[in-house]
């Protein structure tokens, strides 16, 4: 019973990841980021090598965009409800990037699971240890995650 229940979890956290390429990057309120977390991310690359990211206001707000989409929708994936990719996310919040990578989440209480659930997943680790990018933005809605990372052209 216990193993049956561990696998329901499982799939309630389940996440998945996006990368794209080659899509002026300035700022509006950031929302689900934090100090907190921004000290786990750059930790984290630091620990693999990579240089450190900065929270970027436009980011959140395409970040938070997407999880709200999801959480009013009842959908979980990359693709938005009007069919939007992150490139195309990027370009209507007014980002300008030459490299861009999303991890989205759900079922996550806090921003420091959600992070140890990307950070345990090979695509999520992979997308916060792109070696290019340098600005990052975190959303949240309910129990929908969604953080992007970014090269700005």
Known sequence: MRFI?????FFLM???SETVTNTASTATPTLASSGEFDG???????????EPVRANTRLAAIAQAHAQDM????FFAHKGSDGSTLRQRLRRGGYRACLGAEN???????????FQGWQASDGHRRNMLLRDVREY????????????LAEPC
């Open 71 to 74: 959480a009013r929708n009842g």
């Open 5 to 9: 229940l561990l696998i329901a979890c």
């Open 137 to 148: 933005g975190l959303g949240r809605a309910g129990p929908y995650w969604v953080l992007v």
């Open 14 to 16: 389940s996440c998945v």
């Open 104 to 114: 989205i989440g759900n079922g996550y209480p806090d921003q420091r699971t959600a």
């Open 40 to 50: 786990m991310l750059g930790l984290f690359r630091a620990q693999g090598g990579r």
